[in-house]
């Protein structure tokens, strides 16, 4: 399974983007998916979480306000998933990834844990000035 993430750019402070990622390759069934970000010298953090039906959702508590996931629900799109992100801060300035959960199951709160993800996108770039 591949993951390609696009949609990341620079933006002013109060701004938005949306960011899309697609799974390709052995995609047979639907995925829960997930995004995280990493800041230069920071650990990598959780922004949201999609169940692989869309019914739950979860986002991280400093873009909850702001941010919103969301999944393609086309017959030939099943495992894309959005991201959008309004109000952007200074703060949310990072590299984002996308991940998939082929392989196993998470729920609630554990669905936030970088290794539950067993796939990962390359990643790309948000930049927010002030």
């Known amino acids: 399974v591949q993951l390609q993430a696009s949609g990341g750019g620079s933006v002013q402070a109060g701004g938005s983007l949306r960011l899309s990622c697609a799974a390709s390759g052995r995609t047979g069934g639907r995925y829960a998916m997930g995004w995280f970000r990493q800041a230069p010298g920071k650990l990598r953090e959780f922004v949201a979480h999609?169940?692989?039906?869309?019914?739950?959702?979860?986002?991280?508590d400093s873009v909850k306000d702001r941010f919103t996931i969301s999944r393609d629900n086309a017959e030939n799109a099943v495992n894309t998933v959005y991201l959008q992100m309004n109000s952007l801060k200074p703060d949310d300035t990072a590299v984002y990834y996308c991940?998939?959960?082929?392989?196993?199951?998470?729920?609630?709160?554990?669905?936030?844990?970088?290794?539950?993800?067993?796939?990962w996108g390359q990643g790309t770039q948000v930049t927010v000035s002030s």
């Open positions: 999609i169940s692989w039906n869309g019914g739950t959702t979860d986002l991280g």
């Open positions: 991940a998939a959960i082929v392989w196993g199951y998470c729920s609630g709160h554990g669905c936030r844990d970088p290794n539950k993800y067993g796939y």
